[in-house]
C-alpha cells in the first residue's frame, strides 16, 4: 500500500500564495493520474486538480487560474502551486491516486489510504 505524505500548507493572508507538495512511497507512482483535493469543515471531500502521467492537467472552476498542478515522477511528489489565495480555499489539501487513465475530472480507481493532509488557513 502506498503512503502519502503531504506538506507545506500554513496561514497566509489573502492573495498570498502557497506551495504544497504530496510524497508517495513506492515505486508505481508515475503510472497513475494524481489529484490534489479539499475538505472544508462541514463539506464533503472536493477533487481541485488533476494530472495525468503525462503532465496532461485539469482544474476546478474555482480554483483554475490560481493554482497549478505539477509532478515530479523521479521524486514521486506531486506539487500544488497555490496563487491569489482567497479565504474560502480554507480547508485541509489532500492527494491521491486518480486511475491509470487520462480521465482526470475524477477518480476511477479506488483511493490509496488517506494521508494525514496538510492545513491551509486563508486569513487576514
Known amino acids: 500500500q502506498v503512503q502519502l505524505v503531504e506538506s507545506g500548507g500554513g496561514l497566509v493572508q489573502p492573495g498570498g500564495s502557497l506551495r504544497l507538495s504530496c510524497a508517495a512511497s513506492?515505486?508505481?507512482?508515475?503510472?497513475?493520474?494524481m489529484g490534489w483535493y479539499r475538505q472544508a469543515p462541514g463539506k464533503q471531500r472536493e477533487l481541485v486538480a488533476g494530472?495525468?502521467?503525462?503532465?496532461?492537467?485539469n482544474y476546478a472552476d474555482s480554483v483554475k487560474g490560481r493554482f497549478t498542478i505539477s509532478r515530479d515522477n523521479a521524486k514521486n511528489t506531486v506539487y500544488l502551486q497555490m496563487n491569489s489565495l482567497k479565504p474560502e480555499d480554507t480547508a485541509v489539501y489532500y492527494c491521491n491516486r486518480l486511475g491509470v487513465l487520462d480521465q482526470i475530472t475524477s477518480a476511477t480507481m479506488t483511493p490509496w489510504n488517506w494521508g494525514q493532509g496538510t492545513q491551509v488557513t486563508v486569513s487576514s
Open positions: 494530472i495525468t502521467s503525462g503532465g496532461s492537467t
Open positions: 513506492g515505486s508505481i507512482f508515475n503510472i497513475y493520474a
